[in-house]
């Protein structure tokens, strides 16, 4: 079945560690890839996306995320978490023809410790 | 300036009553969501409009209709309110083309008693 799956529920990491986030999805073929944070009460805000081209893909508030084909993944990784990235973190793709479409993995909610 | 507005912020009502959440975007989009996320933090796409069109209407109840007055507004309107229809709704646009970035209002929490 197509689908967008986040195997981490729940990620815990101390200030200053890296930070790896796995998405990996299930489509025929490969979608528009993004990831997506809300904060506690908040809305969602891109961090990134992928459509083609360049693999390593540079988003904001110091996130980047590779694309590999040949793992069907799309994982999201910081190389020092500060205690504000704390948030649920939302793998989504859009299918190309399904009118921009948003489907979404289940979330990886990340805490930070200090 | 808020980009994407969603009023009310919270709602409360009874099982049965009919209510409405009003979204409103002054980004110039043309392409207009409602997502629904549930108390596990499931988002799921029910409604899109395109220049007021309706494009995208997933297995949502017909209790649920939206209705896009222009471009800049998406509205929407739940009859007959139930217990499972309590979650946060949240409005998005976007500039038409697949795969473009969708802008997400704040959310509004609709709580059916």
């Known amino acids: 079945a197509q689908s967008v799956t986040q195997p981490d529920i729940h990620i815990t990491v101390s200030e200053g560690a890296s930070l790896e986030l796995r998405c990996n999805y299930s489509?025929?073929?490969?979608?528009?890839l993004f990831w997506y944070v809300q904060s506690p009460g908040q809305g969602l805000q891109l961090l990134l996306k992928?459509?083609?081209?360049?693999?390593l893909v540079q988003g904001i508030k110091g996130f980047e995320a590779e694309f590999k084909r040949s793992q069907s993944s799309f994982n999201l990784r910081k190389p020092s978490v500060h205690w504000s990235d704390a948030a649920e973190y939302f793998c989504?793709?859009?299918?190309?023809?399904?009118?921009?479409?948003?489907?979404f993995g289940t979330g990886t909610r990340l805490q930070v410790t200090l | 300036d808020t980009a994407v507005s969603q009023t009310p912020k919270y709602l409360v009502t009874q099982m049965g009553n009919d209510k409405s959440i009003k979204c409103e975007q002054n980004?110039?989009?043309?392409?207009m969501y409602w997502y629904k996320q549930d108390s596990k933090k499931f988002l799921k796409i029910m409604f899109s409009?395109?220049?007021?069109?309706?494009?995208i209407n997933e297995t949502v109840p017909n209790r649920f209709s939206p209705k896009s007055p222009d471009k800049a507004h998406l509205n929407l309107h739940i009859n007959s309110l139930e217990l499972g229809d309590s979650a946060v709704y949240f409005c998005?646009?976007?500039?038409?083309?697949?795969?473009?970035?969708?802008?997400f209002g704040p959310g509004t929490r609709l709580t059916v008693t």
């Open positions: 998005a646009s976007s500039q038409g083309g697949t795969g473009n970035e969708q802008y």
């Open positions: 489509y025929g073929a490969t979608p528009y």
């Open positions: 992928y459509f083609s081209g360049d693999t």
């Open positions: 989504a793709v859009v299918l190309t023809g399904t009118a921009s479409k948003l489907t």
């Open positions: 980004l110039g989009h043309d392409t």
């Open positions: 409009y395109n220049n007021k069109e309706l494009i």
